[in-house]
């Protein structure tokens, strides 16, 4: 469906209800160093809110999201 943007870490939060995908996401960066990005599965419709909110929050980068049939990705580059 797409062209994956490249990322340093992948985060499979498939069948986690709010909040663990964002609590794991938060953990997964706090390992990551600054600049680098983490690509996130997620099946949570709530985690659209969730990480739009976050990365603003937060000030990371929220390079880019797709909504694939209920099966959510996310690109977030670390502040």
Not at 20 to 30: G, I, R, S
Request: one cysteine or more.
């Amino acid at each position: 469906m797409t062209n994956t943007l490249a990322h340093d870490a992948e985060l499979d939060a498939t069948g986690l209800n709010c909040p663990l995908p964002l609590l794991k996401a938060k953990m997964a960066l706090n390992r990551m160093a600054s600049g680098q990005t983490l690509k996130v599965i997620a099946t949570d419709a709530g985690s659209q809110r969730d990480f739009r909110t976050f990365a603003r929050l937060a000030g990371h980068e929220l390079l880019r999201e797709e909504d694939d049939a209920g099966t959510y990705r996310y690109w977030l580059r670390k502040a």
